[in-house]
């Protein structure tokens, strides 16, 4: 596969991309799982990593089996908190947790956004339909249609799956909605908003890739002027 020339702008990238076939997009697509797979064997400190969500981004955490999505905790996602001592109490006693993230809004106890949750090539190809509905009259190039969608999408994950059932996706964050959740939104996407969580990164799933980010969520105005 030819890789795509140095010092790529958005656009040069884009027609780079609409270049290639199915089967190049393939073995992108597994080259970048095989590099979340060695990175996982980067040293990274979740309890540390669970502090920066709470204190920077002032989104609730709690703590998951490591490489799984149950809670650690007897009330799961009503657990989360904000609290640097409780959250360091819960990474020292399970050091390898995963972190879990309520979603909706904040006064339901969730971090403030909704998610969209894409698995494998059925739901990335849902969400590219879901995307180019919305698009200007005469578009026909579909999967790499420039429409941002119904969703204004703030940030966006890389999620590995479990290497059996759910293929690799991505969660889309869009701000809360006051909706609950919705499994089987359409083919390959879920949806959590009230009561639901995420897995977020740098936790890795049970097939060894790390959840990571794609679009970093902003931090809030107040954390921006103080650093």
């Not at 990593?49 to 650690?72: D, E, I, M």
């Not at 290497?163 to 909706?179: E, N, Q, S």
């Not at 009230?194 to 794609?214: D, H, K, Q, T």
Request: with cysteine.
């Amino acid at each position: 596969m030819t890789p795509p020339p140095e010092g790529l702008d958005g656009e040069a990238l884009h027609a780079h991309m609409t270049t290639l076939d199915d089967q190049q997009l393939s073995d992108l697509i597994a080259a970048v799982d095989a590099a979340e797979v060695i990175s996982k064997a980067k040293t990274i400190d979740m309890g540390a990593s669970a502090r920066w969500y709470a204190t920077k981004l002032a989104w609730p955490v709690f703590p998951l089996k490591p490489r799984g999505k149950k809670p650690l905790t007897a009330h799961g996602f009503k657990d989360a908190t904000t609290d640097p001592e409780r959250i360091a109490s819960w990474w020292q006693q399970w050091p390898d947790a995963n972190i879990g993230i309520p979603t909706g809004a904040t006064d339901t106890g969730g971090c403030g956004y909704d998610v969209v949750d894409t698995a494998g090539r059925p739901g990335l190809a849902a969400w590219a339909a879901i995307k180019h509905a919305t698009c200007r009259a005469g578009c026909c190039d579909e999967v790499f249609c420039p429409a941002p969608g119904p969703f204004d999408v703030r940030a966006m994950s890389f999620t590995p799956g479990d290497g059996v059932d759910r293929a690799p996706g991505r969660h889309l964050f869009i701000p809360a909605t006051g909706k609950g959740n919705a499994a089987g939104l359409t083919v390959g996407i879920d949806y959590r908003g009230v009561g639901g969580f995420v897995v977020a990164a740098p936790s890795v799933g049970i097939s060894g890739a790390r959840y990571s980010w794609l679009t970093w969520p902003a931090l809030p105005q107040a954390v921006e002027v103080a650093a």
